[in-house]
T-cell receptor, first 118, second 111 residues
Framework: DAGVTQSPTHLIKTRGQHVTLRCSPI?????VSWYQQVLGQGPQFIFQ???????GRGNFPDRFSARQFPNYSSELNVNALLLGDSALYLC?????????????????FGNGTRLTVT | RKEVEQDPGPFNVPEGATVAFNCTYS??????FFWYRQDCRKEPKLLMS???SGNEDGRFTAQLNRASQYISLLIRDSKLSDSATYLC????????????FGTGTRLTIIP
């Protein structure tokens, strides 16, 4: 079975530009989460979508937005890029997204998109 | 105070040694706990979940102390392939909508 797939794998943008990152979850998974990992830090939660609805949002500015499509794939959009947005962007999928009986269901991460803003 | 705090590392240990990582978390309502492993420039991968009763998977043992809000990971008979960054991960919300990661502890096993 295919795991979580993300595209592109690498991206170089300049300050002020816009970027769209894409994620396809594991087949059957309805929840997609996005994380940002700056060098030397652990991943930071950005968004979670379940059944095409936003279920959680981290402490990120409004320049960050996301959406989930009927096939459960997702896009992360970042506007007006800053140098500090340079990071590894990770997408994770889960079969659950609010089911209280599945607290121990782990997240499965994609390979990530490495974004460099110059 | 950070939500999840880990030993800063780096840990450089000889092959065959036993190494222990510690982690504390601030949210007493946290429901699930994990250790993830991340190789250089790769995505984090689940190493093991951590249960209240403690759990073992081969050379790896994880412990949870809810009263002290403390999690540990023990690696016995360390191998060169264990070299990686180990991330302590806590979920404090409903389901697994948001995982909070520690900054990670870098481990290098020396031949």
């Amino acid at each position: 079975d295919a795991g979580v797939t993300q595209s592109p794998t690498h991206l170089i943008k300049t300050r002020g530009q816009h970027v769209t990152l894409r994620c396809s979850p594991i087949s059957g998974h309805k929840s997609v989460s996005w994380y940002q990992q700056v060098l030397g830090q652990g991943p930071q939660f950005i968004f979670q979508y379940y059944e095409k609805e936003e279920r959680g949002r981290g402490n990120f500015p409004d320049r960050f937005s996301a959406r989930q499509f009927p096939n459960y794939s997702s896009e992360l959009n970042v506007n007006a890029l800053l140098l500090g947005d340079s990071a590894l962007y990770l997408c994770a999928s889960s079969p659950v997204g609010g089911d209280s009986t599945n607290f121990n269901s782990p997240l499965h991460f994609g390979n990530g998109t490495r974004l460099t803003v110059t | 105070r950070k939500e999840v705090e880990q030993d800063p590392g780096p840990f450089n240990v000889p092959e065959g040694a036993t190494v222990a990582f510690n982690c504390t978390y601030s949210n007493s309502a946290s429901q699930s706990f994990f250790w993830y492993r991340q190789d250089c420039r790769k995505e984090p991968k689940l190493l093991m979940s951590v249960y209240s009763s403690g759990n073992e998977d081969g050379r790896f043992t994880a412990q949870l102390n809810r009263a002290s809000q403390y999690i540990s990971l023990l690696i016995r008979d360390s191998k060169l392939s264990d070299s990686a960054t180990y991330l302590c991960v806590v979920n404090g919300n409903f389901g697994n909508e948001k995982l909070t990661f520690g900054t990670g502890t870098r481990l290098t096993i020396i031949p």
